[in-house]
């Protein structure tokens, strides 16, 4: 697999660093978890739904294929067994505050000292940096601070896309710098913000801002119902068709089809208040019949819709199951699948789940 012989010792919590590191346990790395020895160890153990062998859900989706070691890292004898560890790794990850590793005296010019070819990557709310360095968060107040909630409130956000911006954004750095180190030999210091990792995902809805200075209007935008083509419908049963794609081919096959051809132009042209006739046009229409008609309806035009299902439906999906999203170990129990599908050398889960451990003496599988 692409990983295998990559060590990495995994010193994050929750979402960010133990998702980007299962990924790489999951190509072939030698990943293990080092949990904080209180008892209860990675937070997620403990946290969520659980299957009916009694394991938390997410803790399944986040530690799969590790091996784990729960350690005090105020403890000398603990710490010095931690950097003997890291003397051999590949890559290190952590997600503390930012000065703790530093405090701990795990940080990476300690480590790099005797291992220079460390990939040391942090994962922080704000970054190693800045006034809002030290300000503890989650992935609901980066989002708040940085003003995406403000595009959907009063609702919350549906996903936690800082965490998930962040642990992409690491991922990608980390390969990058171990890419750079084949050449060089030398690793690298990463430093990952949930809050930058967000704001770079913003291309699509930052126009306002960075063209004319000015915050966003929601209502006018095309990702947040501005654009009559690019909105959420109610059926007469309660239930609702998304549209998704205002591209002049998909306005013209609904319009025609609707027998208001007339309307075409304006689908096509760009977000904001003019748009306000098509929409009551569209919310009226759509209103007239129920789910299941308009999927009959809509289904042979060249179109970009889709009914708004449930997540268990969309799980539940042949599609879901082709694509290998979905996996049931020996036990029967669910698995999300790896995204990234490569040809040759296809990534292998390792459904194991590392039990806790209070300091467990581990040691490197052979590269």
């Not at 403000?150 to 609702?155: C, E, F, G």
């Not at 990702?223 to 998304?242: C, F, H, K, P, V």
């Not at 013209?252 to 051809?261: C, H």
């Amino acid at each position: 697999m692409k990983l295998s012989g990559i060590r990495v010792l995994d010193l994050s919590q929750f979402l960010p660093g133990p998702h980007l590191t299962m990924t790489m346990a999951d190509h072939g790395a030698d990943v293990i978890q080092v949990e904080p020895a209180n008892g209860t160890g990675e937070p997620t153990r403990a946290m969520g739904v659980r299957a009916r062998d009694g394991t938390s859900v997410w803790f399944r989706n986040i530690a799969r294929g590790k091996r784990a070691t729960a350690l005090d890292l105020k403890n000398e004898a603990q710490r010095d067994f931690f950097l003997a560890l890291a003397a051999e790794a590949d890559v290190i990850v952590e997600a503390f505050r930012p000065g703790v590793v530093e405090r701990l005296g795990i940080d990476y010019d300690t480590v790099a000292a005797r291992n220079p070819g460390i990939v040391y990557c942090s994962i922080s709310a704000f970054g190693q940096s800045g006034p809002l360095r030290d300000k503890p968060a989650h992935d609901l107040a980066v989002q708040a601070l940085l003003g995406t909630v403000d595009l959907v409130k009063p609702a919350m956000p549906n996903l936690v896309a800082a965490d998930m911006a962040a642990s992409l954004t690491a991922l990608s750095a980390i390969v990058m710098a171990l890419f750079a180190r084949t050449r060089t030999g030398k690793g690298d210091y990463i430093d990952v913000a949930m809050y930058d990792a967000l704001l770079a995902w913003t291309p699509n809805i930052s126009g306002s801002v960075l063209g004319k200075d000015e915050p966003p209007v929601p209502s006018h935008m095309r990702n947040y119902g501005g654009q009559a083509m690019n909105r959420l419908y109610e059926t007469s049963d309660g239930r609702m068709i998304a549209l998704a794609g205002n591209e002049r081919k998909f306005c013209e096959s609904l319009l025609k089809a609707l027998g208001r051809p007339d309307f075409v132009d304006l689908a096509a042209s760009e977000p904001g208040a003019a748009q306000q006739p098509l929409i009551e046009f569209l919310a009226a229409t759509f209103r007239g019949k129920s789910r299941a008609q308009w999927e009959a309806f809509l289904a042979p035009l060249d179109l970009c819709w889709a009914p708004v299902r449930t997540l268990k439906d969309g799980f539940d999906d042949p599609h879901t199951a082709a694509r290998g999203m979905v996996l049931t170990d020996g036990a029967g129990n669910r698995h999300i699948g790896p995204a990234a599908k490569f040809r040759n050398e296809p990534g292998r889960p390792d459904f194991a789940l590392p039990p806790y451990v209070n300091f467990a003496p581990l040691a490197w599988k052979p590269r």
